[in-house]
């Protein structure tokens, strides 16, 4: 039986380019990626989601199920012949990044392709990672003391893991 959290770590891992510890901290008091699968499996139809992380269950067997090729099959998985299955891994990377759920309305409508989102939660909109790659925090939400930007900043490793 599959572990649908622990492939959906392990798919978001290989999507993202982040680490397990990121993604999944041992002590996560926050738990976005629980949030992140409801929304996952919410917004896709006809049990999509469980499919897709099913799929990736089945590369990843087939790999060995080492963890050392999350990249290679979350890469197979984005390169795959079923455009909806395609869109749907690019809004869970959107997701991750930004805490919002996209949607693409495509060129027959007058925004022509225009994308637009719904943010999940405020905690989801604090905790995107595209705040870790621009080494930054969002505005009112910080972790850090006053008077940090005195400082040089630690370098990008340092905000894609979670400090232990």
Known sequence: MIDYME???????GLT?????????QI???DI????????????ANGMADQI???????????????KNQEAI????????YPDEVLALRQLIYLWYMGAWPTVLYDQSPTHGQTFSAIVSATS??????????????????????????????????????PA
């Open 7 to 13: 492939y959906f770590i392990r798919l978001s891992v």
């Open 17 to 25: 380019g982040f680490t397990r510890d990121a993604i999944a901290p």
């Open 28 to 30: 996560d008091p926050i």
């Open 33 to 44: 990626k629980t949030v992140y699968l409801q929304v996952f499996r919410k917004n896709l």
């Open 53 to 67: 992380i099913a799929n990736y269950y089945g590369l990843n067997q087939a790999e060995g199920g080492q963890d």
């Open 74 to 81: 979350a890469g197979a998985l984005l390169a795959g012949t």
């Open 125 to 162: 909109y604090t905790q995107g990672l595209v705040w870790r790659v621009m080494q930054s925090h969002p505005m009112g939400s910080s972790n850090y003391t006053y008077g940090y930007w005195a400082s040089t900043p630690p370098p990008l490793q340092a905000y894609l893991e979670n």
